[in-house]
């Protein structure tokens, strides 16, 4: 059995994944590489939802009988821990949404409504990277489309890393957001932030990191970051489908309008206007997604307990593995980062003209999971001229045998195909 530094105790952590353990296609053990599309839940968050539905379920907030008080402190318990878990200053800067996707869009409605001098508008420029996931893209798409607000990106370079040369051009004067990712999920760069955020900062743009990939992964600091709203999502860190988070700086939260509008967001309503709620509650319009968030504190219990620098360590020397594997089958290019420097826990890559969509399928009816296709992330499938691309990710569960049973497939395939 391969041994390499820094590993967690897989063994131990594994028994806490029922999933991990199931059998398919006539009793093959699955090897589960497709984290970065979803990750697998623990038995202390799959007990957490259960005995919430079976104990505590209610709506909250506005009842006053003991159900209802339960659940509403278990609710914004779950807030509490999100707050600790990515440094919030404070727990009314974390707002509750359903994914990445939706706290994304908040954030580009608010700006679109937003009265001076947030508003984005046919004068101002926004800015996005060509590496994003279509949640990063499509958001910023609409709203230029809407107010005649310019769109720019920064381009890759050939080695899958943010093109910054002529950073001072793209980020100017009138740029009003610069938007990006900081673990990307298709090439698995990890984003240079401090230049991005310090260039932002000089020209007055707020700054959106999208940190999907990296919340589960390290240790996310938002005070650090020096952004100004950081998304990220629950069921890619061992949480609920469902369940998003979008942090935001309270001072903004309580300038910017709100994007959706209903119950539990308002503070007087009559038939001519209506008052708001203060954040977090003036952007979490209607019954909130409860028992997710429930959830979604136990997996932050979870990932906390285990520790987040140790996950990293854990997953940077699988990673590290992965990538001097991969390069030993032939005909096989990793699209980005060839090394596992500044790069996460996601490897893409082409095997020769086999299509990755056939190379998944063989893959598949040895046990092994993988994602094929462009990832939300076509523009980056454009830019190395590839169809789509085969993905394997890793996560804290994770082993060096799963690289090895991953190499062993795509030599199947590479013998399946001629």
Wanted: proline residues 5%; charged residues 20%.
């Amino acid at each position: 059995m391969t041994q390499l530094p820094g590993l967690l105790d897989t063994e131990a952590i594994r028994k806490d994944f029922p999933l991990l353990d199931r059998t398919v296609h006539d009793g093959r053990k699955i090897v589960y590489l497709d984290n970065a599309a979803t990750s697998q839940k623990p038995n202390q968050v799959l007990d957490v939802l259960n005995d919430y539905y079976a104990r505590h379920n209610a709506n909250v907030h506005r009842g006053v009988h003991v159900l209802a008080e339960e659940a509403t402190a278990l609710y914004e318990g779950a807030r509490d821990k999100v707050a600790a878990f990515v440094n919030a200053p404070s727990r009314d800067e974390v707002i509750f949404t359903k994914n990445a996707s939706e706290s994304l869009n908040l954030v580009a409605n608010m700006l679109g409504w937003a009265d001076e001098p947030y508003r984005v508008d046919d004068r101002t420029e926004i800015v996005i990277t060509e590496m994003e996931h279509h949640s990063n893209i499509v958001p910023w798409q609409l709203l230029a489309q809407r107010t005649g607000a310019k769109l720019k990106w920064f381009g890759l370079t050939d080695d899958g890393r943010l093109d910054l040369s002529n950073i001072e051009e793209v980020i100017t004067e009138r740029t009003k957001v610069v938007s990006f990712v900081l673990v990307s999920n298709i090439l698995g760069t990890v984003n240079p932030v401090e230049t991005i955020v310090r260039r932002a900062q000089d020209v007055g743009a707020l700054v959106v990191v999208d940190a999907s990939q990296a919340a589960p992964h390290m240790p996310l600091d938002v005070q650090a970051l020096q952004a100004d709203f950081v998304a990220f999502t629950g069921h890619k860190m061992c949480g609920p489908t469902g369940i998003g988070v979008l942090w935001g700086r309270q001072e903004l939260l309580e300038d910017l309008p709100p994007f959706l509008g209903g119950g539990e967001m308002i503070e007087t309503v009559s038939m001519h206007s209506s008052t708001y709620a203060p954040a977090p509650h003036k952007f979490e319009a209607g019954t909130p997604p409860i028992a997710q968030a429930v959830g979604l504190g136990a997996a932050v219990d979870y990932l906390t307990s285990v520790g987040m620098d140790r996950i990293a360590a854990h997953e940077h020397a699988i990673t590290e593995y992965a990538v001097s594997r991969l390069r030993e089958v032939p005909g096989l290019r990793i699209i980005g980062p060839a090394t596992a420097e500044d790069r996460g826990a996601a490897i893409s890559f082409t095997l020769g003209d086999i299509h990755p969509h056939d190379v998944g399928q063989v893959l598949d009816e040895q046990g092994i999971a993988v994602r094929v296709g462009h990832h939300c992330a076509r523009p980056v499938c454009l830019r190395y001229g590839v169809p789509a691309t085969t993905r394997a990710s890793f996560y804290l569960y994770s082993t060096p045998a799963e690289v090895d049973a991953l190499v062993e497939g795509l030599e199947h395939v590479r013998n399946f195909f001629g």
